[in-house]
């Protein structure tokens, strides 16, 4: 190797390569600049290395004098996740490790930035958030500097101008990691218009986003490897007919009755209805709802793509033997019991941080992403819910305070990435409750994909014309015409479409 080395560059040497490589400069050969330390042949000493990577706090010298922050946080218990716990935490260092960082990174924004934090838990079910919050609007009642609840309801605030636009807010950098920008981008009716805040310190939209679970030890059974679905994820080729052929593979009579019931025999996929678990599949297909043109957002979604995506779904749904989604007694908690015992190879309509409520199960498991719609596609998405927890700037939040909430905003999520995310994420989904290296993985890859929220916070408003008279209707029916089915909505979605441009076109033009 290092005669092969010296020969290279005695040719370059003798072409005048390198003569010619010093000229390729946007200056031409009279650009001049300093040699650094490695240039000239010495090394930095341990002063100047530690000068070199040394940190300064932009924030370092900020000072609100004791100014309240005041946080309206969700505690709602209906939701099947909530952000109180991530955002406020108990007030007090008790020993466990999430709660603690939440204390410690409270505590270190308040000294940073002198101010004080005031948390007022709210709890605004999925079905009130939105005429909750309106009420507070309506009143004139500046009372929080952020508020933190369902997208689904801060959406429909959003359209009818309740909530400040944050396209250019002061000092919040959405360049930065912490902020999820492609996620807020595709929440946009129109460039220049942006109101909801997604990222790290809103922790819920990663603790909701959707994921199945297997039961590793019934696939070794079936397969000879506990690792069958996790290397087809990582070839690229967890797809419907995939996913489709494991359920068929793995459900069991374990009674031997000839029938599969609930409780006694082993199903290869349970979920909740069909509704709410139609949700995941349908956005993990990565489909696009609608374009964005200079006359405004137009659907694009009557195409051949929605097509195949509608009779996968109702082939795995309701046409594929082991697939159950007809509890008999519904509930998140049921679906999580049938598959603690063992008793179903994947489960659905679970969350990422339900990996935590799997503690006790006596076999190995792992989450997976939600299966693409063909081999064709090209990356794997994961799906947030209409009731994740994202956060907005009331209307009653005079602009005189824009720059200190933006600024508070942005240290708090800056300080979440690097202090309660690593404990809630890296130390305690992908260590304590992934089993190797491959589950962390599969947690990363599930992370990264969290993507296209538009048809999840605007469905409701645009009349359920996506997710629901495009899909979830049929689904339910077991009609596979999809072209009929648009057709039969398309008039009133579209409408409905038009009626949401001209409320977002009429808050951009009175500067909101």
Known sequence: MKKIISLLLALLLSAGSLTILAGCSDNGADEKKEPTSAEAGSTPTGEEAEEETEWIDPFADTDFGGRAFRVSSSIDEN???????????????????????????????????????????????????????KSLV??????????????????????????????????????????????????????????????????????SCHCLYQNKDILNNTYQDPNYITNIVFDGKWTYDAMISVIESTHQDLNGDGQLKQGEDRFGFTCWGRWGSMIPFLIATDIQFIERTDDGPKFCFNNERSVEILEKMIQLFNHTEGSHYDLADASVATLQTLFSNGLTTLVGYNRLGDLSKFREVEFQMSALPYPKLNEAQENYVTSMHDTSEIGVLLMTLPLSSM??????????????????????????????????????????????????????????????????????????????????????????????LEKAYAKFSENLENGN
Request: proline letters at 2%; charged letters at 25%; hydrophobic letters at 40%.
């Open 79 to 133: 939701d099947a996740t909530n952000a109180d716990y991530l955002i406020r935490g108990s007030g007090e260092l008790n020993g466990e490790a999430v709660n603690d960082a939440v204390f410690n990174r409270n505590q270190k924004i308040a000294e940073l930035l002198n101010i004080k934090f005031e948390f007022t838990e709210t709890s605004f079910s999925v079905g009130s958030a939105e005429g909750d919050v």
């Open 403 to 496: 720059e200190y909430v933006c600024t508070v905003l942005e240290v708090c999520a800056r300080e979440t990435n690097r202090t309660v995310i690593p404990e809630w994420y890296e130390n305690g989904l992908k260590v304590k409750y992934a089993n190797g290296q491959d589950d962390a993985k599969m947690i990363d890859l599930i992370h990264d994909a969290i993507t296209s929220p538009f048809a999840l916070a605007y469905d409701q408003a645009l009349s359920n014309f996506m997710m629901n008279s495009g899909f979830s209707s049929p689904l339910s029916s077991d009609n596979a015409d999809f072209a009929s089915n648009y057709k039969k909505y398309e008039k009133v979605g579209n409408k409905a």
């Open 138 to 207: 309506l009143a004139g009642d500046d009372a929080y500097d952020v508020v933190i609840n369902d997208i689904r309801a801060m959406a429909n605030l959003s359209r009818d101008g309740y909530i400040h636009n944050i396209y250019n807010a002061p000092v919040i950098d959405f360049d930065q990691k912490y902020w999820y920008t492609e996620a807020m981008r595709d929440l946009q009716f129109i460039e220049g218009g942006m109101y909801l805040l997604i990222g790290d310190y809103f922790t819920d939209a990663l603790q």
